[in-house]
């Protein structure tokens, strides 16, 4: 009820009330207060009505009349754009208006503005300047005069209706690879390709064409999708459950075939669009497929899907021709440097003697960036009980004087990482002209290395994996010793968690290459048992342990506590798998003065990669980490409780960080 509406109650009230007393007294003193009693009754009718009319007259001039002010053609003007000017007092009152909504049966002079536009709190208390607001449904960008109680309205119901409409009709374009498809089929039957084409390549289409997008298949395992941005927006809340759907089909027919999806838009620009859309699908593969990238221009990519690890390639040909292109590369070198990671493990290492092997048989000199850079424990203690052996068969250098041999002819082997701040010499790649890159692990976004070729295989276990079949496929002879193919072997042990995860046919193939050059398994397993210190460590941290969601281990240890080694926050996790129930492992600790190192495992049911890129880390489908310096390990438990919750709930993956 506005005021007008008050106003009126009130005087019906008031004579209501009089003619009530009248009657009274006409009761009690008869007729001859008749007269009396009319005349009474007439003139508080004829006065009530003369304070309502007055009063409603005088809001009626309260609302601007534009007119006035500013002439007819001003006034046509602001109706024209559907402009209108408002005022309230300090009460939030509205004292008068333009035309606006006047015209358009609103009453809004005299009413608290909140009560007539929704939601315009925001506006008032400052919270933003413009905002758009709904009044009897239609929309209205609402702008507050800075220092003033004046608000500038437009109605811009049509204008956003044509916008969406314009939104919804913009391209997106897409590709679809089915990966293994080529692999599969080369080995299959008539039959069984064509149950493949029909369970598999057909849902594809059938797939898209339900969103209403042009589906056309370019090549036996690929297809291009052109779907306007409105239908696709239904697609990205569907999440892409094809990909689950493929997978079950594939199951049923006993292949080993996935998707992987690729989609760009935000541009009119069609070979953007392309361009965008082919370096995507690249990304999707480099992660072990079966997921998604989309990515809208000048936005950061999110995937979906993911929900398996990176499945094993049946075809070498990719390890054949790489091995070829890497020993053109290092011909034309005229020096070699090997890197690897950070906090060095036994695959970083062996992969590093293995690449400087193949570099000593093409007749180049080799120099393994090791001197002065950190190792993990247990491989550098192997590293320095043997040192004679490994100073005589290789040259070990610091990056300082690998920065002062470097020229632009030389070649930099980054293994086992593929981004810059993961590197253990920052400067000598930064500075190198050639750089390839062997590494296992998922891709970020971006790998920020200019690598002139990068071999990059997550359905592989290790770094050392790759290295070996590369060795296998040189024309020369390439000759590793006892040491070598032990070391090689214990760090393919390690990546594999002694072969509990992320083995495939290949994995021991490499095993049994190596241990026909010589690899000594007992000397192995000798030196990656634990010591008593690191045996009581593992103890203290798992005393922290809490499970979540029946499945999920948690272990954060105090930094009252003290600081651990890197490796230890591993080892931990990976200890924590052989406890019953537990499907994926986390392990927190400091381990160093300003750094919080995370480390997640996995047994293939949960994605720990998604969980940690959440954080800004990365890693594998069975095993991610990070390392963060400036927080403290309860602030990162509790983003990975954060991550953990948006994992369950289907969210998709955020890489905007560095880890």
């Known amino acids: 009820m506005n005021r007008t509406d008050k106003l009126k109650f009130y005087a019906l009230a008031v004579l209501l009330v009089q003619i009530a007393v009248l009657i009274v007294l006409r009761f009690f003193f008869g007729k001859a207060f008749s007269v009396v009693t009319v005349i009474f009754t007439l003139i508080d009718a004829a006065v009530i009505g003369v304070i309502v009319f007055a009063y409603e007259k005088a809001l009626k001039s309260r609302v601007m009349d534009t007119t006035r ?49 929704p939601g315009i709190e925001v506006l008032l208390n ?6 758009v607001f709904v009044i009897r449904e239609r929309e209205y960008e609402i702008t507050k005069a800075t220092g003033s109680r004046t608000l500038f309205m437009k109605d811009v119901t049509e204008y956003n209706s044509l916008n969406a409409t314009y939104n919804n009709e913009k ?51 690929r297809f291009t999708v052109v779907i306007n941005e409105g239908d696709f927006r239904r697609m990205l809340y569907d999440k892409f459950s094809i990909l689950e759907q493929i ?19 935000g541009t009119s620009n069609l070979n953007t669009l392309d361009t965008v859309t082919n370096e995507l699908l690249e990304l999707v593969l480099s992660r072990g497929g079966d997921q998604v990238a989309v990515r809208e221009i000048g936005q950061e990519v999110r995937f979906y899907g993911a929900s398996s690890d990176a499945s094993e390639k049946t075809s070498k040909v990719k390890a054949r021709v790489i091995s070829q292109t890497l020993r053109g590369i290092i011909k034309e070198a005229d020096n070699v440097f090997v890197v690897p990671h950070k906090e060095a493990d036994f695959d970083a290492v062996g992969a590093c003697l293995g690449v400087s092997r193949i570099a000593q048989a093409l007749g180049k000199r080799a120099n393994i960036v090791l001197e002065g850079i950190a190792i993990e424990n247990s491989a550098r203690a192997v590293l320095e009980d043997n040192y004679d052996e490994l100073e005589s068969r290789h040259n070990i250098i610091s990056e300082r004087d690998a920065v002062e041999l470097l020229t632009r002819k030389s070649v930099v082997v980054v293994v086992d990482h593929h981004s810059s701040d993961l590197t253990s010499a920052p400067d000598l790649v930064s500075r190198a ?41 040189q024309p020369e002879e390439v000759d ?16 594999t968690d002694g072969f509990k995860s992320r083995c495939s046919g290949r994995s021991f193939e490499v095993c049994a290459f190596l241990r026909k050059k010589g690899a000594d398994i007992a000397l192995s397993n000798e030196w990656l048992k634990d010591s008593i210190e690191e045996f009581e460590t593992k103890t203290k941290i798992l005393k922290y342990s809490r499970i979540i969601n029946n499945n999920m281990l948690i ?29 994926a492992a986390f392990v927190i600790a400091r381990i160093d003065g300003d750094i919080i190192a995370l480390s997640g495992r996995s047994n293939g049911t949960v994605n720990v990669q998604l969980i940690r890129e959440k954080l800004g880390g990365g890693g594998h489908f069975t095993a991610a980490g990070l390392q963060r310096t400036d927080t403290t390990v309860e602030a990162v438990h509790s983003e990975l409780l954060q991550a953990i919750n948006g994992f369950l709930e289907g969210d998709v993956t955020d890489e905007n960080h560095t880890s």
């Open 69 to 117: 002010v500013l002439g007819n053609d001003a006034k046509d003007g602001m109706v024209y754009a559907q402009l209108g000017i408002v005022s309230y007092d300090d009460d939030y009152i509205v004292t008068w208006a333009s035309e606006l909504l006047d015209e358009r049966g609103i009453k809004i002079i005299g009413e608290k503005i909140t009560r007539v536009i």
């Open 126 to 131: 400052g919270e933003t300047d413009k905002d």
């Open 171 to 221: 391209t997106v374009l897409g590709l679809i690879y089915l990966d293994n498809y080529d692999e599969t089929v080369q080995y299959e039957d008539e039959r069984k390709i064509a149950l493949i084409n029909t369970n598999i390549r057909q849902k594809i289409v059938e797939w898209g064409t339900g969103y209403g997008a042009v589906v056309r298949r370019v090549r036996s395992d």
């Open 247 to 265: 997978k079950e089909e594939a199951d049923k027919l006993d292949v080993a075939i996935s998707a992987s999806m690729a989609y760009a838009y």
């Open 433 to 473: 002209n050639k750089i390839v890159i062997i590494d296992h692990h998922r891709r970020k976004t971006e790998t920020n290395i200019s690598a002139m070729l990068i071999y990059n295989e997550p359905s592989s276990s290790s770094a050392v994996e790759l290295v070996s079949e590369l060795i296998q496929y």
């Open 480 to 495: 590793l010793d006892e040491f070598e193919s032990t070391y090689m072997y214990t760090g393919l042990v390690v990546d």
């Open 555 to 583: 272990a954060a240890l105090p930094e009252s506590e003290g600081s651990v080694t890197r490796t230890m926050v591993a080892q931990v996790a990976n200890s924590a798998l052989s406890i019953k129930g537990v499907d």
